[in-house]
């Protein structure tokens, strides 16, 4: 009888991994078919499918050139070196910034000094203690588990990157000035969450929990000044459905967001698409009326695991990656 239990139970695991694999397989064909290209309008396009009037066609523009990023979770421009573009890998990694350029040339790598990467999702830029100085924050914000935990959020002075960086690698990094780490905490619960923001005129910090089985994203909010040596609480400010039929399956599971440069965007992604919110010309200074807004849908070409996406420095393009190697650049123009 024990040895036909463990025949049994062997069986099952076997039956459960193969099952995973089908899954992700399925997934996998779903998010590169057609069918959810031709979600968008008819309007021709490479990847097969349209765009919503306001925006160009997705467009491929590079390859990083850096292998070492491998599962690009997070990315946004750089305001002290333009032209510049920082992201990170997701967890398993260690504590590393990769700098490269819109051509995907590599332009050095960063270690943050005194930080640890246990799940790193999303990179974020704005200000900080210092004025006039532009500051990253990387969070450490995912919980697959949704075991009860303090968030980590790291945020460093943005390096000034030079020529001779670009020789820089993992092995013999560059190093950031220390890193200070901020510490939230959720009004009550656990959730996983991908998408950290950062106001840049306020400094107001922003997450956007990923949907699992809720049917809802929450966004809470740390409100400025973000201070060291304390535990500050987050507010829940709002809750967001995006749906997309038939889709929903993995519609609205955020992966991604910024904030563009002038403080009156926000960009979302999840596996299918963008999403972007617009704040009412009469909302004066309330920037969290922009969540009551409904967003734009965006497309973002063919992605093989879409969970990164930023605005140019100018604001007037929107760019993603995916994971893979080589990790892919692509741009949507914004078409005022």
């Not at 590169?32 to 491929?60: C, R, V």
């Not at 650049?329 to 005022?336: E, F, G, H, K, M």
């Amino acid at each position: 009888m024990p040895g036909m239990k463990f025949g049994l139970l062997t069986g099952l695991l076997v039956l459960i991994c193969l099952c995973g694999v089908f899954v992700h397989n399925h997934w996998a064909q779903i998010l590169h078919s057609h069918e959810i290209n031709s979600y968008f309008d008819d309007d021709a396009l490479p990847s097969g499918g349209g765009q919503k009037a306001g925006y160009g066609n997705p467009d491929k523009i590079a390859d990083l050139r850096e292998m070492a990023v491998r599962e690009s979770s997070g990315l946004t421009a750089s305001r002290r070196n333009p032209g510049i573009f920082w992201t990170h890998n997701d967890s398993g990694d260690g504590p590393y910034i990769y700098a490269f350029e819109i051509n995907g040339a590599k332009k050095g790598v960063w270690r943050l000094t005194g930080a640890r990467a246990r799940d790193w999702e999303d990179i974020a830029i704005g200000p900080g203690p210092k004025r006039g100085v532009s500051y990253l924050y990387l969070g450490d914000i995912g919980n697959n588990g949704r075991k009860p935990r303090e968030l980590l959020i790291y945020r460093v002075a943005e390096p000034q990157v030079t020529r001779s960086d670009a020789n820089s690698t993992k092995v013999k990094p560059r190093s950031t000035e220390p890193a200070e780490v901020l510490r939230l905490a959720y009004p009550e619960g656990a959730f996983d969450a991908e998408a950290l923001m950062v106001h840049p005129g306020t400094g107001d910090l922003y997450i956007v929990t990923k949907r699992s089985t809720e049917k809802s994203s929450l966004v809470f909010k740390a409100a400025a000044p973000l201070k060291t040596g304390t535990v500050k609480k987050l507010a829940r400010i709002a809750e967001l459905t995006l749906s997309s039929p038939p889709f929903d399956f993995i519609a609205g599971k955020i992966t991604g967001g910024d904030i563009s440069p002038d403080g009156s965007r926000v960009l979302l992604c999840d596996y299918l698409q963008g999403y972007e919110f617009h704040l009412p010309a009469k909302s004066g200074k309330n920037f969290d009326a922009i969540w009551k807004q409904d967003p734009a849908r965006i497309n973002l070409g063919t992605r093989r695991q879409g969970e990164a996406i930023s605005y140019s420095r100018d604001g007037r393009a929107i760019l993603a990656t995916s994971e893979g190697s080589p990790c892919p650049l692509i741009r949507v123009s914004i078409i005022d």
